[in-house]
C-alpha cells in the first residue's frame, strides 16, 4: 500500500510495517456497508406463494356476500333463519380452499426434509420452488468442476536460472497463501532461508505477488499475460499449455514491485509454473443433467479463460463462447448480449459477479449463484436463489438461501428436481381446491337466482370434498415429478378449475332441479345432487393426477369405491343425510353425470389443443407430406399418438424419468395446457 491509500478494516499486514488513521467510523466502513447490504431482509420471489395469496384474497372477499345472499334467498322464500344458515355454512365449506396452504406447507416442508437427507440445507421454504424455476445457474470452476486441490504438473524455464529455491523462498514468504502458493509450498517444502525485504500479498484485482529478498532481488509470481503482456515467447509457451486447460503462472524476476499498486518495472521471466487442477468425476454428470433441464451454465473464475473453457470442455460443457472478463462493458446492452452468447468467463474480478448477475436478470432469467467466499456475498444476495458451500465463509452462508453442507455440488441435481417435484404436485393440488371453489360460488349464484334451496347439506360437501379433493390432493402433493416450473401457475390452474368447475355446476343444479321437478323430497334431491357432484371428481382427479401410473389408478379407484360405498351402506346413508332416489331418477343422474364427464374431457382437450397449435409447426414430419397429411403428421408427433394415447399436454418430447420417478406428461402437472 502506497501513502494515502485506503485500507479496509480487517485487513492483515503481510510485511513491514505503518501507521494508519481512521477515516469511516461506525455504519460508513465498508465492512459495516457489506453487513447491512447482506442483512437487508429479502424474501425468495415465490409465483406460487404469491398466486395463492391472490386466490385466498378474492375468496375471502366472495365468502361472506354469497353467505349473506343465500341466508337472504332462504329468508325470502319463507324456508327460516336454521335453513339458510346450513346452505350459508354449506357454501362457505366448500368456496374456502382449507387444505390448499397446509398442503402446500407439507409438500414444501418434505421436500426439506429430503434435501436435508443428502446434506443441503434449506434456509427459505419458497427457495426450492425457486430452484425448479431457475433456468442458469452461474458457478465458478474451483471446487465445482474441480475439486479445488491444485498441485504443481510441471516447471518450464525460460532462462539459465534455476526457479526452485525462489518458489519456496516466495511460498514461505507469505504468511497467508492462496491456492497457488500452498501448491508451491506443497511442492518445495524447504524454504532457502532467504531474508525476506518486502512481500506484497496475491490480488485478484492485480493477479501477482512477491517479495524482495536481501540478496537475491525481486521476484514475482502471477499471470504471464499481466506480468508480461508483450513477450511473444512467454504467451505461446503459456498457451500451448491453457489450451490443455492447465493453470499457468509465470516465475519472473523485477527491478521494483512500484509498492503494490504501481507498474512493475523491469520484467524478466525465468519460469512457467504449469499448475493442474483434477476434474471432479461427477462433473459430467452434473453439466448433462443440466443440460437436459433446459438450464443454461455459466462458468466464472479468476483465471485465464482459455484454461477454464478446457476444464470447462472436459467436464463435459459444450463451450460455445469464452471471454476475458477484462474486456467486460460495465453495464448495458453489450453486457447482457455476450452474457447470452456466452458460457465461461475468465479473469472475472469480484465486483464484476453481481452486475454479471444483475444483467442475467434484466434478461429475464431465473439465476442461481454457487458462491463460497464474502466476495461473492452481494451476488449472492441478488441473486434469485444464492447457493453457498458448508466450508466457505459465514457471510456466504448466512445470505445464501441453500447451503450445501459437505460442499458436494452434486446436490444441486437432487435440489432441482426435488423443487419441480413439489412445485408440480402443489399446482395439481391447487387444481382441485380451485375447482371446488368455482363450483361452489355457481352453485350459490343458480341458488339465489332461481329461488332453490341450496344443493347441499355441510355433511354432503364434507363427502365429496374429502373424497375428490382432499385425500387425493394429499397423495398427489407427495408424487414424484420432474416437470420443469414455468411462469403462469395462477393462469393455469384457473384454466383447469374454471371450465371443470363451470360444467359441474350446470350438471349438478340441473339435475338437482330436474329431480326437484319430479316430485322428490329435498333429502332425494340433495343426494342427487351429491352424486353428480361426486361422480364428476372422477374425471376431475384423474386429469389432475395423469399420467395415471397404477399406484394413481388404484387411488382414482379406491376413492370411487368409497364413494359408492357411502352411499351403499345404511349407517353411512344416515351419518351423511343420503336419502336415494327413484331408480328413474337414479339413471338420470347417472346420464347427467357420464355426459357431463365426457365434455370435461373435451374441453379440457380443447384448450389444450389452442394453447399448443403454434407448437405444432415446429414438429418434424416427412417431407413428401402435403396438405392434411402434412398436418396430421404434425399433429401425431407433437401429441405422442405414435408412443400412447395422450392427454391433452402431452405436446413435446419428454425427459426421460430417472430410476424410480414417473414419466410426466404435462407441464406443472396442467392438464390443459401444453409444451
Not at 332441479?513 to 352424486?531: F, I, K
Not at 396430421?632 to 425427459?655: C, D, H, L, Y
Amino acid at each position: 500500500k502506497d501513502v494515502g491509500e485506503e485500507v479496509l478494516s480487517g485487513s492483515f499486514v503481510a510485511a513491514g510495517s505503518g501507521v494508519y488513521r481512521a477515516t469511516k467510523v461506525g455504519g460508513d466502513a465498508y465492512a459495516a456497508r457489506l453487513a447491512a447490504e447482506g442483512k437487508r431482509f429479502t424474501l425468495v420471489r415465490s409465483e406460487m406463494r404469491e398466486g395463492i395469496n391472490r386466490i385466498l384474497l378474492v375468496v375471502s372477499w366472495l365468502v361472506v356476500p354469497v353467505m349473506v345472499l343465500l341466508l337472504a334467498s332462504s329468508l325470502m322464500a319463507d324456508r327460516g333463519l336454521l335453513e339458510g344458515l346450513r346452505a350459508g355454512t354449506a357454501a362457505g365449506i366448500a368456496l374456502v380452499p382449507q387444505g390448499l396452504v397446509l398442503l402446500t406447507s407439507i409438500a414444501f416442508a418434505i421436500g426439506t426434509i429430503r434435501l436435508g437427507v443428502r446434506k443441503v440445507l434449506v434456509q427459505e421454504l419458497p427457495a426450492i420452488e425457486g430452484l425448479a424455476r431457475v433456468d442458469t445457474v452461474c458457478f465458478d470452476k474451483t471446487g465445482t468442476l474441480t475439486n479445488g486441490r491444485i498441485t504443481v504438473e510441471d516447471v518450464i524455464r525460460l532462462s539459465g536460472d534455476d526457479p526452485s529455491p525462489a518458489l519456496a523462498a516466495l511460498a514461505a514468504a507469505d504468511s497467508h497463501p492462496n491456492a497457488t502458493l500452498r501448491a508451491v509450498r506443497e511442492a518445495y517444502p524447504e524454504p532457502p532461508g532467504w531474508e525476506v525485504v518486502e512481500v506484497v500479498p496475491f490480488s485478484s484485482a492485480r493477479k501477482w505477488s512477491g517479495a524482495t529478498f536481501a540478496g537475491h532481488g525481486i521476484w514475482v509470481l502471477g499471470a504471464p499475460e499481466v506480468l508480461a503482456p508483450t513477450d511473444d515467447r512467454v504467451i505461446e509457451a503459456s498457451a500451448r499449455e491453457v489450451e490443455e486447460g492447465k493453470r499457468v503462472v509465470l516465475v519472473a524476476t523485477a527491478d521494483g514491485l512500484g509498492g503494490g499498486s504501481g507498474p512493475l518495472a523491469g520484467i524478466r521471466p525465468v519460469a512457467l509454473l504449469v499448475l493442474a487442477d483434477q476434474v471432479r468425476d461427477d462433473a459430467a454428470e452434473i453439466l448433462s443433467y443440466l443440460a437436459e433441464q433446459g438450464v443454461k451454465v455459466k462458468v466464472i473464475s479468476g483465471d485465464h479463460p482459455r484454461t477454464v473453457a478446457a476444464i470447462a470442455a472436459d467436464a463435459g460443457l459444450d463451450v460455445t463462447g469464452v471471454v476475458d472478463a477484462r474486456m467486460l462493458p460495465e453495464g448495458g446492452p453489450e453486457l447482457e448480449r455476450m452474457l447470452e452468447e456466452n458460457q465461461v468467463f475468465g479473469r472475472v474480478q469480484p465486483h464484476q459477479k453481481r452486475e454479471m448477475v444483475k444483467a442475467l436478470q434484466r434478461m429475464g432469467h431465473v439465476v442461481a449463484m454457487v458462491g463460497d467466499g464474502v466476495n461473492d456475498v452481494l451476488a449472492l444476495k441478488d441473486a434469485d436463489i444464492g447457493i453457498a458451500m458448508g466450508g466457505g465463509a459465514s457471510a456466504s452462508r448466512a445470505v445464501a438461501q441453500i447451503v450445501l453442507i459437505d460442499g458436494q455440488f452434486q446436490a444441486v441435481p437432487y435440489i432441482v428436481g426435488e423443487g419441480r417435484r413439489v412445485v408440480a404436485n402443489v399446482e395439481r393440488v391447487a387444481n382441485l381446491f380451485v375447482t371446488s371453489t368455482i363450483y361452489a360460488l355457481g352453485l350459490s349464484i343458480a341458488s339465489v337466482i332461481s329461488a332453490l334451496p341450496f344443493p347441499f347439506l355441510p355433511r354432503h360437501l364434507t363427502l365429496v370434498g374429502s373424497l375428490t379433493v382432499g385425500i387425493p390432493s394429499f397423495f398427489l402433493a407427495l408424487a414424484p415429478s420432474r416437470q420443469r416450473a414455468k411462469p403462469g401457475f395462477v393462469g393455469r390452474v384457473l384454466r383447469f378449475a374454471v371450465p371443470t368447475g363451470f360444467l359441474a355446476t350446470v350438471a349438478t343444479f340441473t339435475g338437482y332441479r330436474l329431480v326437484t321437478e319430479a316430485g322428490a323430497t329435498a333429502a332425494q334431491a340433495r343426494t342427487a345432487a351429491t352424486m353428480i357432484l361426486g361422480a364428476l371428481g372422477r374425471p376431475a382427479m384423474a386429469g389432475v393426477a395423469r399420467p395415471l401410473v397404477p399406484w394413481k389408478k388404484a387411488l382414482v379407484a379406491g376413492l370411487a369405491a368409497m364413494f359408492v360405498l357411502a352411499f351403499a351402506l345404511p349407517a353411512s346413508r344416515e351419518f351423511f343425510a343420503l336419502e336415494i332416489p327413484s331408480l328413474l331418477e337414479v339413471f338420470a343422474v347417472i346420464g347427467i353425470a357420464g355426459v357431463t364427464g365426457v365434455l370435461i374431457f373435451l374441453v379440457l382437450r380443447a384448450l389444450g389443443w389452442v394453447k399448443s397449435f403454434p407448437a405444432l409447426r415446429e414438429a418434424p414430419v416427412p417431407a413428401e407430406l402435403r396438405g392434411w397429411g402434412r398436418l396430421k403428421a404434425r399433429i401425431v408427433e407433437k401429441s405422442g399418438w405414435n408412443r400412447s394415447f395422450p392427454t391433452t399436454t402431452e405436446m413435446s418430447v419428454v425427459i426421460p424419468p430417472s430410476r424410480g420417478e414417473e414419466p410426466t406428461d404435462s407441464p406443472e402437472g396442467d392438464p390443459s395446457g401444453g409444451r
